[in-house]
């Protein structure tokens, strides 16, 4: 069937530094959405892309799609506290459904 | 952007009940879609709900466990049925936006059965 796969599954960074999430598709995506989910909260849209090798930039966040529409990252720059959360990455296979990935979560060290 | 009302927020049941939630969306919606996303995992996809036709279940789901309705195009309930402590977990309604097909989430409901 079709999978996302996301790595790190944890990642635990001083406050201040960097933190990227990778994203692993099984076949071709149509596009791909992020989402960030913080503690006790519901899933928050934040980007989608749909251009193969497509860059998009949301202050500190930074967004890609490879070339093959497969894969996708999310960088974060210079974290805050206020990054703490899980980031789900979701493709969209051309279905009309989404399936979400297996979700990074990120603890800030203050 | 889309306001979606999810009920209850929180439950605790018995084993062997059911338990209704209903989601309410602030504007008229063609799909609306069910998760359900145990502690500290993803979001599993339930069921498609359109309004005026049955339900589509995904693989591992069933509709005599999880029957849905949607009476019109904006609101849909979702019952778990015959609970048992394995259906404890967080259930989540969700709609396409207009803009990017993006999703929007209700509240969730975090349900435990004892």
């Known amino acids: 069937g079709q999978q996302v796969m996301q790595i790190p599954q944890y990642q635990h960074v001083q406050e201040g530094e960097d933190f990227t999430t990778y994203c692993n598709s099984s076949?071709?995506?149509?596009?791909i959405q992020w989402y960030k989910q913080r503690p006790g909260g519901h899933p928050v849209f934040l980007i989608q892309?749909?251009?193969?090798?497509e860059v998009k930039k949301q202050k500190r966040l930074t967004f890609q799609f490879g070339e093959a529409k497969k894969n996708s990252s999310l960088h974060i720059t210079a974290t805050q506290t206020t990054d703490v959360g899980t980031y789900f990455c979701?493709?969209?296979?051309?279905?009309?459904?989404?399936?979400f990935g297996t979700g990074t979560r990120l603890t800030i060290i203050p | 952007s889309a306001v979606i009302s999810q009920k209850p927020s929180r439950d605790i049941c018995q084993r062997g009940t059911s338990l209704t939630i209903q989601c309410q969306v602030d504007?008229?919606?063609?799909?609306m879609f069910w998760y359900r996303q145990q502690p500290g995992q993803s979001l599993t996809l339930i069921a498609t709900?359109?309004?005026?036709?049955?339900?589509?279940?995904e693989s591992g789901f069933v509709i005599d466990k999880f029957p849905i309705s949607r009476p019109n195009l904006t609101f849909s309930t979702l019952t778990v049925s015959n609970m048992s402590p394995e259906d404890s977990s967080i259930y989540l309604c969700?709609?396409?936006?207009?803009?990017?097909?993006?999703?929007?989430f209700g509240q969730g409901t975090r349900l435990t059965v004892v």
């Open positions: 969700s709609v396409e936006g207009r803009r990017y097909a993006e999703a929007f």
């Open positions: 076949t071709t995506l149509s596009n």
């Open positions: 892309l749909v251009k193969s090798g």
């Open positions: 979701a493709g969209d296979f051309g279905n009309e459904k989404l399936t």
């Open positions: 504007s008229q919606v063609t799909m």
């Open positions: 709900a359109n309004q005026g036709s049955e339900a589509t279940y």
